[in-house]
């Protein structure tokens, strides 16, 4: 069964830290994603990478970096955390194919005070 | 890039059948439709997805006219364990790929008793 891990469940930061979210899939996958997610607004997405080294902005990557130095694992920075990135941070990873589903894992709430 | 409308949200009884409309006016000639589950505090779950006419599998249907510019998901004599949100996906090709897969708003589907 895939699993997709985000390292932390619950994240409290202060404005202006720079915060890292990981996320590991052990699937072998070559697509991984992250969202954020908000009430009211759905899921959005923030960056995707189709392979190691690289990375595509998604809707709203403003405020945000990412990382993929592995295959297995796509990281989410906030370089300076701000109280508007208070979220939940979902990540996904899928095969290429187009038809291949997304795998979410449960999420990181990130509170920003 | 296909963008989604969706109900906001439906209440449903037990035991009856849902149905979730969903519109993508622009649908490219290559893209798929997916649609996903997402229970509080979870990562969605993908459920079913088609390219045209009719799938089934054990969770639910998904209708799929010729102009493709809709899509229908059915669950069939729903439970309180159904009640959750429901995303419409189109996913665009990118390059060969699938890539930027912009979620909406989704459909709250409560269930009662």
């Known amino acids: 069964d895939v699993k997709v891990t985000q390292s932390s469940r619950y994240l409290v930061k202060r404005t202006g830290e720079k915060v890292f979210l990981e996320c590991v899939q052990d699937?072998?996958?070559?697509?991984m994603f992250w969202y954020r997610q908000d009430p009211g607004l759905g899921l959005r997405l923030i960056y995707f990478s189709y392979d190691v080294k690289m990375k595509e902005k998604g809707d709203i990557p403003e405020g945000y970096s990412v990382s993929r130095e592995k295959k297995e694992r796509f990281s989410l920075i906030l370089e300076s955390a701000s109280t508007n990135q208070t979220s939940m941070y979902l990540c996904?990873?899928?095969?290429?194919?187009?038809?291949?589903?997304?795998?979410f894992g449960n999420g990181t709430r990130l509170t920003v005070t | 890039l296909a963008k989604t409308t969706q109900p906001i949200s439906m209440d449903s009884y037990e035991g009856q059948e849902v149905n979730i409309t969903c519109s993508h006016n622009n649908i490219a000639t290559n893209d798929y439709i997916t649609w996903y589950q997402q229970f509080p505090s979870q990562g969605p779950r993908f459920i079913i997805q088609?390219?045209?006419t009719k799938v089934t599998n054990e969770v639910a249907s998904l209708f799929i006219p010729a102009d493709r510019k809709s899509s229908t998901l059915s669950l069939p004599r729903v439970s309180l364990s159904d009640t959750a949100v429901y995303y419409c996906?189109?996913?665009?090709?990118?390059?060969?790929?699938?890539?930027?897969?912009?979620f909406g708003k989704g459909t709250k589907l409560s269930v009662k008793p």
């Open positions: 996906l189109v996913v665009s090709n990118y390059g060969g790929s699938q890539g930027n897969l912009i």
């Open positions: 699937m072998d996958h070559e697509n």
């Open positions: 996904a990873s899928s095969f290429v194919q187009l038809n291949s589903p997304l795998h």
């Open positions: 088609g390219y045209k």
